[in-house]
């Protein structure tokens, strides 16, 4: 019979856990936010922070950074281009497929945040089937959400525009995500008052229940070897 040292039970119980990690769930979808005159909505989760893009401009350091965003903030309506989401009348985001020949024609947008969240949130205007963000944690796709995921969401007390919502996207139990894309295969995506919350580190870490292992298998190992000396 082979015996279990501290270390092969150290390194199996560190590959069980990262198992358990990589296989926990992913991101969840609501429909929910605060109107705002003028500003459309807005998110109602409270610690969260708001990029309304009302400057004409995107953070690219700090706790969010925007990359690719060269000509996609834009105001009002333009034939053909884009569509001010519904109630809003400052500045918003617009992105189109790459080559499109219109405002944010890049196909896609990236967010990378500088610590893990639990949540983000976006006025989604005029949602289309060909819009789609790519959740991320690291590397690891964790899910692609669809304008179609979108309209398929109940609405629950929604009271807004039925075809522009405000969209929570929630980590699931024990899960983060720390990068979003935005993509687009139409014109337009267009969104605004983008909202995010920090995750709150779990009180029993990886770290913290590998040490709780450690030290109950060598408790474990001196009751038995006291027994054996009785």
């Known amino acids: 019979m082979k015996t279990l040292t501290l270390g092969s039970a150290f390194v199996a119980s560190a590959a069980l ?4 990690a ?15 005159a003028g500003e459309g909505y807005k998110s109602n989760v409270a610690g969260a922070t708001t990029i309304d893009f009302n400057s004409g401009a995107a953070p690219t350091s700090g706790m969010v950074s925007y990359s690719g965003v060269t000509n996609h903030i834009v105001q009002g309506n333009r034939g053909g281009h884009h569509a001010t989401p519904a109630g ?5 985001l617009t992105l189109s497929r ?3 020949g219109v405002a944010g ?20 205007g005029s949602v289309d ?13 964790l899910r692609t959400i669809s304008g179609s995921d979108v309209s398929a969401t109940p609405n629950g007390g929604w009271t807004g525009s039925a075809t522009n919502k405000f969209v929570n996207l929630y980590a699931d139990a024990g ?26 580190p779990e009180p029993f870490t990886v770290g913290g229940s590998l040490v709780g292992l450690a030290m ?13 000396e009785a």
């Open 22 to 36: 990589s296989t926990a769930g992913a991101v969840s979808i609501s429909i929910g936010g605060t109107s705002v």
């Open 88 to 92: 809003d009348t400052t500045k918003y």
């Open 129 to 141: 089937a060909y819009n789609y963000l790519d959740i991320f944690k690291g590397n690891t796709l």
């Open 98 to 100: 790459a080559g499109a």
């Open 175 to 200: 899960e983060s995500f720390d990068r979003v894309v935005m993509r687009s295969t139409g014109v337009a995506f267009e969104t605004d008052n983008h909202a995010f919350k920090q995750a709150v």
């Open 216 to 228: 109950g298998w060598k408790m474990r190992r001196k009751q038995q070897a006291k027994k054996a």
């Open 105 to 124: 024609s890049t196909g896609a947008l990236t967010l990378d945040f500088a610590k893990a969240l639990d949540y983000f949130g976006l006025y989604w």
């Open 17 to 20: 856990l990262a198992v358990s």
